[in-house]
């Protein structure tokens, strides 16, 4: 963005990441390597053959070197999504290894605990499975079409585990194919729960049933993000026909009846989701830029590009954030603050000329009467 104060031009351009040599590259894939309070970033990388696995602590700049076990169990599981999470206190990463779940400690990466998850007593180590932190500390699994939650502090089981099946989804086809959920912000112990050929389940584990279902298209299976909740976890926002080159399409639905709330959204490229925000809009990325979307509105609002950034792009509140080789990149989304850093650099009285182009009424002392 350009300003233009007296004889002089102002650039105004994104905030730059903090300064952390010698940091990874971000692969943008399965690991999550911010935790939610972004006080701790994963590092992990092979360079010529050589793993990294570290914790790095932005507050103080401290790097902590990952224990034996978290060094031998965990690459494994970033071979595929929702293998390995960040609790909502950023005090435990959990992993999924066979039919364990492991709990490290954070910043150390020290294994806390070894929990094993409830199944079948055979072909467990063939069973699929996945893994998600809850906003309110908890963790909830899937395994052999089993789902469960856990308090990681502790170790214990919360509740009893509940054995999923729908009309078209056994529980059979889960222990095969089950690999994803997303848990509702605000609900503890409700997880949406993607089954057979797109059917989409929201189950309740404290009441043992299921609240919601609908069906979303079978072929949006990716390792990008293709659903998200919004912070209240009253709103959803889908991402379908992601195979079909250049036809993606956006869908929101209110929850827990998953009524369409618009019209559906042609998406172009876009491959994957970063967010909805607190008052309602989308931000996703075609790997080339952000974009920024709303219920309602059939036409993309805004575009950023960031092809040049390798990074993994986080919503946290009112900050997109991307963790990038440099280090964390923070950008505000909110609109007033982004006003009075612009007038900050132009802010200044309107000459005769500038008051003339101005409608009747408008305010004329200043080029940002709001500030």
Same mark, same amino acid.
């Given at each position: 963005?350009?300003?233009?104060?007296?004889?002089?031009?102002?650039?105004?351009?994104?905030?730059?990441?903090?300064?952390?040599?010698?940091?990874?590259?971000?692969?943008?894939?399965?690991?999550?390597?911010?935790?939610?309070?972004?006080?701790?970033?994963?590092?992990?990388?092979?360079?010529?053959?050589?793993?990294?696995?570290?914790?790095?602590?932005?507050?103080?700049?401290?790097?902590?070197?990952?224990?034996?076990?978290?060094?031998?169990?965990?690459?494994?599981?970033?071979?595929?999504?929702?293998?390995?999470?960040?609790?909502?206190?950023?005090?435990?990463?959990?992993?999924?290894?066979?039919?364990?779940?492991?709990?490290?400690?954070?910043?150390?990466?020290?294994?806390?605990?070894?929990?094993?998850?409830?199944?079948?007593?055979?072909?467990?180590?063939?069973?699929?499975?996945?893994?998600?932190?809850?906003?309110?500390?908890?963790?909830?699994?899937?395994?052999?079409?089993?789902?469960?939650?856990?308090?990681?502090?502790?170790?214990?089981?919360?509740?009893?585990?509940?054995?999923?099946?729908?009309?078209?989804?056994?529980?059979?086809?889960?222990?095969?194919?089950?690999?994803?959920?997303?848990?509702?912000?605000?609900?503890?112990?409700?997880?949406?729960?993607?089954?057979?050929?797109?059917?989409?389940?929201?189950?309740?584990?404290?009441?043992?049933?299921?609240?919601?279902?609908?069906?979303?298209?079978?072929?949006?299976?990716?390792?990008?993000?293709?659903?998200?909740?919004?912070?209240?976890?009253?709103?959803?926002?889908?991402?379908?026909?992601?195979?079909?080159?250049?036809?993606?399409?956006?869908?929101?639905?209110?929850?827990?009846?998953?009524?369409?709330?618009?019209?559906?959204?042609?998406?172009? +490229?876009?491959?994957? $989701?970063?967010?909805? #925000?607190?008052? !309602?809009? *989308?931000?996703?990325?075609?790997?080339? /830029? &952000?974009?920024?979307?709303?219920?309602?509105?059939?036409?993309?609002?805004?575009?950023?590009?960031?092809?040049?950034?390798?990074?993994?792009?986080?919503? +946290?509140?009112?900050? $997109?954030?991307?963790? #990038?080789?440099? !280090?964390? *990149?923070?950008?505000?989304?909110?609109? /007033? &603050?982004?006003?009075?850093?612009?007038?900050?650099?132009?802010?200044?009285?309107?000459?005769?000329?500038?008051?003339?182009?101005?409608?009747?009424?408008?305010?004329?002392?200043?080029?940002?009467?709001?500030?």
């Amino acid at each position: 963005m350009l300003g233009i104060k007296g004889g002089t031009v102002l650039r105004f351009t994104l905030p730059q990441p903090d300064d952390y040599p010698d940091l990874p590259t971000p692969r943008g894939g399965p690991i999550t390597l911010l935790t939610p309070d972004r006080r701790f970033r994963i590092l992990e990388g092979n360079d010529a053959g050589k793993v990294t696995l570290a914790v790095l602590d932005t507050r103080t700049g401290r790097r902590y070197e990952a224990g034996t076990a978290a060094r031998h169990m965990l690459p494994p599981t970033y071979a595929a999504l929702r293998q390995n999470a960040s609790t909502s206190d950023g005090r435990h990463l959990v992993a999924r290894s066979e039919d364990q779940l492991a709990v490290y400690s954070l910043p150390r990466l020290s294994l806390h605990r070894l929990l094993r998850l409830p199944g079948p007593a055979t072909s467990r180590a063939q069973a699929t499975g996945a893994v998600a932190a809850a906003d309110d500390g908890s963790v909830l699994t899937l395994y052999a079409g089993i789902l469960a939650r856990w308090d990681p502090s502790t170790g214990r089981a919360i509740g009893s585990p509940l054995p999923l099946h729908t009309g078209d989804t056994s529980q059979q086809w889960l222990a095969a194919n089950g690999q994803s959920l997303w848990p509702r912000p605000r609900h503890p112990g409700q997880v949406l729960v993607r089954g057979r050929d797109g059917e989409m389940s929201l189950w309740d584990l404290r009441e043992r049933r299921l609240v919601g279902a609908f069906q979303a298209n079978p072929d949006a299976i990716s390792n990008w993000e293709t659903e998200v909740f919004d912070p209240s976890g009253s709103s959803l926002a889908t991402l379908n026909n992601i195979k079909t080159p250049d036809s993606a399409r956006i869908e929101f639905r209110s929850v827990p009846d998953f009524r369409l709330r618009a019209p559906t959204v042609s998406a172009g +490229r876009t491959g994957h $989701l970063i967010g909805l #925000t607190r008052d !309602g809009h *989308l931000i996703s990325t075609d790997f080339e /830029d &952000l974009q920024l979307w709303q219920a309602g509105r059939t036409l993309e609002i805004a575009k950023l590009p960031v092809g040049q950034i390798s990074a993994q792009w986080f919503l +946290r509140g009112d900050d $997109l954030v991307a963790v #990038t080789t440099s !280090g964390t *990149l923070t950008l505000p989304l909110d609109p /007033d &603050l982004w006003y009075r850093e612009l007038c900050r650099g132009v802010n200044r009285p309107l000459t005769v000329q500038e008051r003339r182009l101005l409608p009747p009424g408008a305010s004329t002392p200043k080029s940002c009467p709001k500030s």
